[in-house]
């Protein structure tokens, strides 16, 4: 009990954490305790390696940060090779040279993952050095993420070279060794699955988008095959992305806005036709919903054109939690402006079948109220906005004999 009570007598520092990319030796922060910070494998520690509780109560320096060394030599059988500072922007005057060294007889392959240079003024070279004599595969620059490469010996170089005056976020570049007769590990797509796991000579692996997405690019096999004399896959890996509109008949789905999960590009005009099977409707739940307001909308009709009635425009995060159309088509049209974006949508859909002897739940109006909670063949429903809003169409909503309401669910404008 008396040790208790002196422990707390001495006073203590605040935890001042772990570094990014590094760890730290030491748990306890009172008086005279002394912290000793480490950082991984090709990271420099940048600041004070110990820091001392002092009896102010504070720490004799800040913890330090861990940056990627400019020079280093990787031997590991995979890694990661980042821009000095990543993710944050890269330095001036930089000159930095990073060796990959495999066993003698395997290969090196590389995968961009990001990629963020000054254009023209800012660049990486990356060379096979592995052979008798050495090759570039390029010197690359700007914002365009470069495919995947793969080495013919067991040495790569990169070489990374900033100017005096402007810089970006950098690189993040993930590599790979393999055998001379196997291909190296083609990754699974963003957005997408990857089906076998055998490399060799011979083997095939094939690719799947995620629900939503589409592949843009690459094949949805490929084989591991030689050709001119390197062991290669026979396509590309395929690219996953949200397209900007298309026509949907499967019975359920999904509406992404182009680029998610990422933001959205600006100066779109994306049009969906969600078509489901004769004495259905279409059922659209809003998952996901952040647009810039007023300028990025998303037009909702009740019907398969731009020319059918008009249920709503939605923008910033005012979108109702589902809408039902009245027909077996829904039609959508995303349009941006030429700035600033936002998160976009997820937007599930299914094809719902109608009610024996009543209608589908119509929906509430975003910053409106509905009166009226029966949904049977004959039945009125209407609708009132809160103050500051108005109806778009002051007419209530009757459930017709096929099982329809007489019109779509109206808005409340503002």
Not at 181 to 200: A, K, M, S, T
Not at 360 to 378: A, E, K, Q, T, Y
Request: charged share 15%; proline share 6%.
């Amino acid at each position: 009990m008396f040790v208790c009570v002196a422990e707390i007598d001495r006073g203590g520092c605040g935890d001042p954490g772990v570094p990014a990319f590094g760890r730290r030796s030491g748990d306890r922060f009172q008086h005279g305790d002394v912290l000793t910070f480490f950082c991984q494998s090709a990271f420099e520690l940048v600041g004070e390696k110990t820091i001392t509780c002092q009896h102010n109560n504070q720490w004799s320096g800040n913890k330090p940060s861990c940056v990627f060394s400019c020079f280093f030599n990787f031997t590991a059988p995979s890694g990661t090779v980042l821009s000095p500072n990543y993710p944050e922007e890269y330095g001036n005057n930089l000159n930095c040279v990073w060796l990959i060294i495999s066993e003698p007889g395997s290969r090196i392959h590389l995968f961009f993952s990001d990629f963020d240079l000054e254009p023209q003024f800012d660049w990486l070279v990356v060379k096979d050095e592995g052979l008798s004599e050495a090759t570039t595969f390029g010197t690359f620059s700007g914002k365009d993420v470069p495919s995947q490469i793969a080495s013919n010996g067991h040495i790569m170089r990169l070489e990374f070279q900033s100017d005096h005056s402007n810089t970006g976020k950098g690189f993040n570049i993930s590599y790979t060794t393999f055998g001379q007769n196997e291909c190296h590990d083609p990754g699974v797509p963003v957005n997408g699955q990857r089906y076998g796991d055998q490399f060799q000579l011979g083997s095939s692996v094939a690719f799947r988008c995620d629900q939503g997405f589409i592949r843009t690019q690459g094949s949805d096999q490929v084989t591991c095959i030689i050709q001119d004399g390197n062991v290669v896959w026979s396509a590309a890996v395929p690219r996953c992305e949200a397209p900007c509109g298309g026509h949907l008949t499967a019975p359920t789905g999904f509406v992404l806005s182009p680029g998610w999960p990422s933001f959205y590009k600006d100066s779109l005009n994306c049009q969906w036709v969600i078509e489901a099977q004769k004495d259905h409707a279409v059922k659209i739940h809003f998952d996901k919903f952040q647009t810039e307001v007023n300028y990025d909308t998303l037009e909702i009709r009740d019907g398969p054109s731009v020319s059918s009635p008009l249920i709503g425009e939605y923008h910033g995060t005012q979108a109702p939690h589902f809408l039902i159309s009245t027909s077996n088509f829904l039609f959508l049209l995303f349009t941006t402006d030429n700035s600033r974006s936002s998160a976009g949508f997820s937007i599930r859909y299914e094809s719902v079948k109608m009610e024996s002897d009543s209608c589908l739940d119509p929906g509430i109006p975003v910053n409106g109220r509905r009166h009226g909670s029966s949904f049977s063949i004959g039945s009125h429903v209407s609708f009132t906005c809160n103050p500051g809003y108005t109806l778009s169409d002051q007419e209530p909503i009757v459930c017709e004999q096929n099982h329809q309401w007489s019109h779509a669910l109206p808005s409340c404008d503002g």
